[in-house]
């Protein structure tokens, strides 16, 4: 059974950073594309920062510039370094690897908040 954990979340001051981390386990993420994605109450579910499996990123306009997507195969993981963080990125991050569509997984989210 595959199995996304996310860690790294919690509470940062505006202007400040976090390191979100991915945790994968029963399967290799090689052939994945892994994402991230983050939703606040009452709000659809947004794409944040994507990495392919040949390693091509792509970043939502609201965040380029300030986080970086990357992963690790060799230890199957994969993070997002949050710079410069604003009240906005508010938001629980939810960790997504695909592959197909039999081959579609989520982790359980992880809360990020920034405020002073």
């Known amino acids: 059974q595959v199995q996304l954990v996310e860690s790294g979340g919690g509470l940062v001051q505006p202007g400040g950073s976090l390191r979100l981390s991915c945790a994968i386990s029963?399967?290799?993420?090689?052939?994945?594309?892994m994402n991230w994605y983050r939703q606040v109450p009452g709000k659809q579910r947004e794409l944040v920062a994507a990495i392919s499996s040949g390693g091509s990123t792509n970043y939502a306009d609201s965040v380029k510039g300030r986080f970086t997507i990357s992963r690790d195969n060799a230890k199957n993981t994969m993070s997002l370094q949050m710079n410069s963080l604003k009240p906005e990125d508010t938001a629980v991050y939810y960790c997504?690897?695909?592959?197909?569509?039999?081959?579609?997984?989520w982790g359980q989210g992880t809360q990020v908040t920034v405020s002073s």
């Open positions: 029963g399967s290799i993420i090689r052939g994945y594309a």
């Open positions: 997504h690897a695909w592959r197909d569509l039999k081959n579609d997984y």
